[in-house]
């Protein structure tokens, strides 16, 4: 079985949850690891089910208060050794930018109105990634924090490129 960046992320936000709905991570996903990496919804809950068939998930059944069954899953011993032998080996692939803003500025988009109108995007981005910004607590920091502090440092980057774009 062929193991996707999905895959990944769905191992590893079952791992940071202990364990979880395809709901949860939904959830989980929106607010960590969709703000650097996008995954529909819908493929979460595909690639759940395609992990648990594969043993690298289990499941459990349980009953809602509004009597639904709802599916629960956990990390097998498979799925965890799958995760740590990612983690372990090196990402040499660069990714891959997918910007409308640059595409319509390629294809001869007015700069001004749409770096105006980029620069605003970008700016309440850095905003709220700022405001997700541990208190330091002295404690050593940790993957979410580096992936938050290149995301800020992303956003901050396109903020001066597209307010350079608008300047005359």
Known sequence: ?????????????????????????????????????????????????????GGYL??????????????????TRRGTRALNAWRESPAGELPEMRDPG???LFFGADPAPLAAARRE????HLEEFESYLPQDDGSPPRGPWHALKVGIEHERLWIRFWSELSEP
């Open 102 to 104: 640059l595409l319509k």
């Open 58 to 75: 289990s499941e459990r059944r349980e009953r809602t208060s509004g009597g639904r069954i709802r599916k629960v899953y956990g990390l």
């Open 1 to 53: 079985m062929d193991l996707t960046p999905t895959s990944y992320i769905v191992l590893g936000l079952v791992e940071l949850l202990g364990e979880a709905s395809a709901y949860d991570l939904k959830r989980a996903a929106a607010a960590s690891v969709a703000n650097f990496w996008s995954v529909p919804h819908s493929q979460l809950y595909r690639e759940s089910a395609r992990l648990k068939a």
């Open 121 to 124: 995007a970008h700016q309440r």
